[in-house]
């Protein structure tokens, strides 16, 4: 009775450590522009090294004079590479965001770019709980010329420096 209780407590310690491979966060300042809502996933890992894929999706609306009403859908896509132990990882990551404008409230024109990122950073999270992050995001390249957003980004230079706050699980 006292092998199998004490077997039976090893595994509920071993499911406690093993760590989470889902995260849902909202990002501040990141690929989306003011922000977006995340979710990430573990694809692989190894020792130290893991790779994680990411969506995300933001909406802007906006009011013009000339029109009655814009929207801006934006999805972020992004593969993170993290490197370390204990709570403590370097984040690299790749990514693209696209952004549909829908020009008016009748839905007659729709405008779409995408823009490639690149994001080099700090992030805290441990097996299960929570998760903070914080980098630049270098912008690589644009595929449009203007931008009706306040953040207008020059290729090759650091867009802004992001902060995201989520849970692991």
Sequence with gaps: MFCFAQETNLENTAMEKKPGKNTVYFEL????GLYSMNYERMIIAKN???LWGRAGYALWDFYWPDKLFSSRNIFPVELNCLYGKRGHRLESG????F???ILDTY????DYYHSFYFRLGYRFQLTKGLMIRTAPLFLLSKNYQKDISPLNPINGRIQ???ISVGVLF
């Design 94 to 97: 790749l990514g693209c965001t």
């Design 99 to 101: 952004v549909f404008d």
């Design 29 to 32: 300042l990141g690929n989306a």
């Design 48 to 50: 130290k090294w893991s």
């Design 107 to 110: 839905f007659t024109g729709v």
């Design 160 to 162: 802004m420096g992001i």
